[in-house]
Each structure stands twice: as structure tokens, then as C-alpha cells.
């Protein structure tokens, strides 16, 4: 009688955690139903381009150094440059960078004439202290938008409120530089567009209150449109703040779940008349290119402007997904965007030119990257 009622013990136990499990597993299962969804995104895919042929994904030597966030673990709003710790080839003066430069070219793009790299590839200095207007206010805006925080102004301080508000700055026709880079994206360059079917943001800056009230003031935001998995930002603030859609590729779309919208394949896709959306996997695989009014590229880390070469230039040292991929993809781009005059990256070089010299500089990369050339250790 015993073992029979110590059996009977066992199969209740038993039935209990068998039923348990089911209604674990239900749970779980409902769980992930509710989880953000992408929903299908039926898009026309004029201009259809073969999708480029990939390779096996190809590790390369790293140039670009990452971010570390422990480094920095303070909020970005309590961090200040530290005169005690300024970079000692700093040009004598106010204005200086401290030992905390991740090398990420963004200041020296936005004030070429104020900072250069100490060495090549190397922390920034200040290598010409601002005298002129102009200079003070594109240092200003480098100190600001600095993802984290290594550029300061000791006494004499110069009247800086005096100067025009820094950001969104204007740089093209309808397209502005949001500043404000974010450390999560390694400081990359951010875009803001006015256009009468809505505006948009290209990749996410640093969440600043101010940047977003200057955004409304100029009529809000439609869309973020993420050039790739590394430069998200703060899209997810500046999205629900504006009830913004938010778009990505599908193949890196696990680096932002929040958003709402995704292109699919390698084929190009209109998103409307004055834009185009063309993937390039390379840097990753789910990179891409935006091709706004027919004469400017939104780049992400795809394609840059070299200084140091004085050319388009593309980070082979930094190319997570296939190197080999991203040289059709850009042998594509180049078919598919015959004439642009701006190239506006997330990092690297933005540049304005002549859209015949940009597109053989296009085609001249390309043809390198095919031929096998080492770009590992281009300048930016
Ligand atoms: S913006 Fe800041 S982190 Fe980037 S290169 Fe300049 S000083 Fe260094």
C-alpha cells in the first residue's frame, strides 16, 4: 500500500510539472508574439539592380580602434574636457584636446583648420588656435558634437553664446550635420533633411534636448533612416519623441529592434521620388546607401573622402562583413549613381565636387579594391 501510494505521489508530482512546463511555454510563446514586430514592408523595386555577388565573410586587420565604453562610463552630460590631462602637442592657447580622443576624425572634418592628428591615424590636437569667427564657431561645434567630451576652452574663454546656434548646421542645399555624435556609434556623423514629403534623419545623434526642439522648430521628423548596424545613436529617443518611423536593412536589423520599418534584399528600392535606398553590403551586411535628390550620397561607413588622399576612400581595416562584397557593391553604386556631388559619410571625410571627378575617384577605388590594392591603412 505504501509504494502504491508513494507511486501515486510520483505521477501527480509528475503531471504537475508536465502542466507547468505547457503554461511556461505558452507564456513564453505569447511573450515573443508581442515582442516589436517588423511588419512587411511592400516597397516598388524600380531600378533594380543585380544584387552584388558576396564572398565568404573575410576578417580584416582593424583600424579604426572601438569604443570603449568603460573608459567613459560617466553620463556624457558630467564629462569636461580636463586641462590636466591636454594632449602636450596642443598649439599653446585656450582651446585643447585631452588624452580621452578616440580618434574618431569627426572634429578634424568639421574644423579642418583648428585640428589635425597628432600623428597620422592618431588623437587629435589642436593644431591652430581659432582667431577668426568662422574657426571659433567650427571649433565650438567640434567641442560639441566630440562623442567623448576630449575637446575643451580654458581663460581666456572666448564668448561663445555670443556665437550662432552650433547645431543643426547647415551644409547642403535642405541637409544639415545633426552634431552631437554619439560614443555608441563611435561618434559617427548624423544628418538632418528638410524636404516638403517629410523630413528625415540620417543615422542617430547623442540625445540633446536642444538639437530635438531645433528639429521642431524646422518641422519635425518623419523618418530615421539607418545607414547600418553601427550608427544608431539615440534614433530610439528621437523616434518616439517625434513618432518617427524608424527604417533598416533586414540584415541588421537585430541592432535596432525598436525599429519599425525594413528593407529586404540587394536590389535597389525608391522610397520616393527625390530618394533612393541602395544596399552595399560590405561594411556590413546589411549596409547601405541613400541617394537623396540625384546629387548627394548618404554614405554610412560604405565610402568616404580621404584628406590625407585626396580621394574616395573606404575602410578596408573596418570592414566586418566581406571586403570583396562592398567592391561590387560600390562597382553597383557607381553604375547606379552616375553624377553626385556630395558624399556625406558617418565616418571619414564628407566632400563637395564636381560630380565627374567624384565618379571616376568611385570607379578608380574600385578598381583598386578589385585589383587587391591594401587600403588597410589608407589616411582618413
Ligand atoms: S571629435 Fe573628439 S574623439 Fe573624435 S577625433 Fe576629435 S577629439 Fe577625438
Same mark, same amino acid.
Given at each position: 500500500?505504501? !509504494?502504491?501510494?508513494?507511486?501515486?505521489?510520483?505521477?501527480?508530482?509528475?503531471?504537475?510539472?508536465?502542466?507547468?512546463?505547457?503554461?511556461?511555454?505558452?507564456?513564453?510563446?505569447?511573450?515573443?508574439?508581442?515582442?516589436?514586430?517588423?511588419?512587411?514592408?511592400? %516597397?516598388?523595386?524600380?531600378?533594380?539592380?543585380?544584387?552584388?555577388?558576396?564572398?565568404?565573410?573575410?576578417?580584416?586587420?582593424?583600424?579604426?580602434?572601438?569604443?570603449?565604453?568603460?573608459?567613459? +562610463?560617466?553620463?556624457?552630460?558630467?564629462?569636461?574636457?580636463?586641462?590636466?590631462?591636454?594632449?602636450?602637442?596642443?598649439?599653446?592657447?585656450?582651446?585643447?584636446?585631452?588624452?580621452?580622443?578616440?580618434?574618431?576624425?569627426?572634429?578634424?572634418?568639421?574644423?579642418?583648420?583648428?585640428?589635425?592628428?597628432?600623428?597620422?591615424?592618431?588623437?587629435?590636437?589642436?593644431?591652430?588656435?581659432?582667431?577668426?569667427?568662422?574657426?571659433?564657431?567650427?571649433?565650438? =561645434?567640434?567641442?560639441? %558634437?566630440?562623442?567623448?567630451?576630449?575637446?575643451?576652452?580654458?581663460?581666456?574663454?572666448?564668448?561663445?553664446?555670443?556665437?550662432?546656434?552650433?547645431?543643426?548646421?547647415?551644409?547642403?542645399?535642405?541637409?544639415?550635420?545633426?552634431?552631437?555624435?554619439?560614443?555608441? +556609434?563611435?561618434?559617427?556623423?548624423?544628418?538632418?533633411?528638410?524636404?516638403?514629403?517629410?523630413?528625415?534623419?540620417?543615422?542617430?545623434?547623442?540625445?540633446?534636448?536642444?538639437?530635438?526642439?531645433?528639429?521642431?522648430?524646422?518641422?519635425? %521628423?518623419?523618418?530615421?533612416?539607418?545607414?547600418?548596424?553601427?550608427?544608431? !545613436?539615440?534614433?530610439?529617443?528621437?523616434?518616439?519623441?517625434?513618432?518617427?518611423?524608424?527604417?533598416?536593412?533586414?540584415?541588421?536589423?537585430?541592432?535596432?529592434?525598436?525599429?519599425?520599418?525594413?528593407?529586404?534584399?540587394?536590389?535597389?528600392?525608391?522610397?520616393?521620388?527625390?530618394?533612393?535606398?541602395?544596399?552595399?553590403?560590405?561594411?556590413?551586411?546589411?549596409?547601405?546607401?541613400? =541617394?537623396?535628390?540625384?546629387?548627394?550620397?548618404?554614405?554610412?561607413? +560604405?565610402?568616404?573622402?580621404?584628406?590625407?588622399?585626396?580621394?574616395l +576612400?573606404?575602410?578596408?581595416?573596418?570592414?566586418?562583413?566581406?571586403?570583396?562584397?562592398?567592391?561590387?557593391?560600390? =562597382?553597383?553604386l557607381a553604375d %547606379?549613381a552616375p553624377r553626385f556631388a556630395?558624399?556625406?559619410?558617418?565616418?571619414? !571625410?564628407?566632400?563637395?565636387g564636381d560630380p565627374a571627378v567624384l565618379h571616376q575617384s568611385l570607379l578608380t577605388?574600385?578598381?583598386?579594391?578589385?585589383?587587391?590594392?591594401?587600403?588597410?591603412?589608407?589616411?582618413?
Open positions: 500500500m505504501l !509504494g502504491l501510494g508513494l507511486g501515486l505521489v510520483l505521477v501527480l508530482v509528475l503531471g504537475l510539472v508536465l502542466v507547468l512546463g505547457l503554461v511556461l511555454g505558452l507564456v513564453l510563446g505569447l511573450g515573443l508574439d508581442a515582442a516589436p514586430r517588423f511588419p512587411a514592408v511592400a %516597397l516598388p523595386t524600380q531600378n533594380a539592380t543585380p544584387a552584388p555577388a558576396t564572398s565568404a565573410i573575410t576578417k580584416n586587420p582593424v583600424r579604426i580602434p572601438q569604443y570603449c565604453p568603460a573608459a567613459h +562610463s560617466r553620463p556624457y552630460s558630467k564629462r569636461m574636457a580636463k586641462p590636466s590631462r591636454a594632449h602636450p602637442a596642443n598649439v599653446p592657447g585656450p582651446w585643447f584636446v585631452d588624452d580621452t580622443c578616440i580618434d574618431c576624425d569627426a572634429c578634424r572634418d568639421t574644423a579642418p583648420g583648428v585640428f589635425t592628428s597628432y600623428d597620422r591615424d592618431s588623437q587629435s590636437i589642436v593644431a591652430h588656435q581659432p582667431v577668426t569667427r568662422d574657426d571659433l564657431l567650427a571649433a565650438h =561645434r567640434a567641442m560639441l %558634437l566630440c562623442p567623448t567630451a576630449s575637446i575643451g576652452v580654458r581663460a581666456p574663454r572666448p564668448d561663445l553664446a555670443a556665437l550662432p546656434e552650433p547645431f543643426p548646421q547647415l551644409i547642403a542645399p535642405g541637409v544639415h550635420r545633426c552634431g552631437y555624435n554619439s560614443p555608441d +556609434s563611435f561618434g559617427a556623423t548624423t544628418y538632418f533633411v528638410t524636404r516638403p514629403g517629410g523630413n528625415l534623419m540620417i543615422d542617430g545623434p547623442r540625445w540633446v534636448p536642444s538639437l530635438a526642439r531645433r528639429i521642431a522648430d524646422l518641422g519635425g %521628423l518623419a523618418h530615421i533612416l539607418l545607414t547600418h548596424r553601427d550608427d544608431i !545613436g539615440d534614433a530610439a529617443r528621437y523616434a518616439d519623441h517625434f513618432g518617427a518611423r524608424v527604417w533598416i536593412h533586414d540584415a541588421d536589423r537585430s541592432a535596432a529592434r525598436f525599429a519599425t520599418d525594413l528593407w529586404r534584399g540587394d536590389a535597389a528600392i525608391d522610397f520616393a521620388p527625390d530618394l533612393c535606398v541602395i544596399p552595399v553590403p560590405g561594411h556590413t551586411r546589411g549596409s547601405v546607401v541613400f =541617394r537623396f535628390r540625384d546629387d548627394t550620397l548618404f554614405t554610412g561607413d +560604405s565610402l568616404h573622402w580621404s584628406r590625407g588622399m585626396g580621394a +576612400s573606404a575602410f578596408e581595416g573596418a570592414c566586418w562583413y566581406s571586403w570583396s562584397a562592398q567592391a561590387a557593391s560600390l =562597382r553597383a %547606379l556630395w558624399v556625406l559619410p558617418g565616418h571619414g !571625410g564628407h566632400t563637395h577605388l574600385v578598381a583598386g579594391m578589385e585589383s587587391g590594392v591594401d587600403h588597410s591603412a589608407a589616411p582618413w
